[in-house]
């Protein structure tokens, strides 16, 4: 059993889904998380990131869709995440971060979820006011070794454009750019912001106030998963 602050952290046999617009600081909430339960960190923006990297079919794909600012199709996005989520590694659980991002993903969430032996969905909803979300998109830099996040205003490296784990160079993703983030959040409010609603319903939404710094927001949300779990 790992142990945060004062907080115990046991097995965890769910789906935890981070929702919230871009720059709220679902990514290293959780990758956090997910160190701390030993379970998977299933980022679609990383798996297409990943695609894009390595030329495959998919990234060939994804990358002009991802560089608008823009949503991929969600049966791309489904078929990878399908795939993904039946590996061994996933059968304790694991932690969605960037998934689901429209209501059909969500649907079809709930049907696959509905085969497995976890139960409903933790659904984290990350609350942060927008001008705050700007200046976190255009300050993040991310490891291109180890993938960490930093923030050159919030969370800045020791060594200015290098990761404090493990030397790696720290680049500024492509739709980090303020034409692109603009784009990125009028697709959140239109496609995505509606699952608020759908995870409200389903009585399973917990509010996070995101605009805390990263320690207090990972504490505030390993309270909310030690209830629920
Ligand atoms: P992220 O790293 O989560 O901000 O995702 C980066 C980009 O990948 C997004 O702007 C989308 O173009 C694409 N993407 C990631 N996850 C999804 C998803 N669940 N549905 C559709 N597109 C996604």
Known sequence: MAKTGSIPVTGLKRAVIFLGPPGAGKGTQAQEVARLYDVPHLSTGDMFRDHVGRGTPLGLKAKPIMERGELVPDEIVLGMVEERISRPDCKDGFVFDGFPRTLPQAEKLDQILGGLDFGR????????????????????????????????????PKVPGRCDNDGGELMQRPDDREEVIHERLVAYERQTKPLVDYYHRQAVLQDVDGSADPEAVTQSVLRILTRAV
């Open 121 to 156: 969905p933790v659904v984290l909803h990350f609350v942060v006011d927008s001008d705050q979300l700007v200046r976190r998109l255009t300050g993040r830099r991310t490891c291109k070794v180890g993938g960490e996040i930093y923030n050159v205003y919030v969370r800045p």
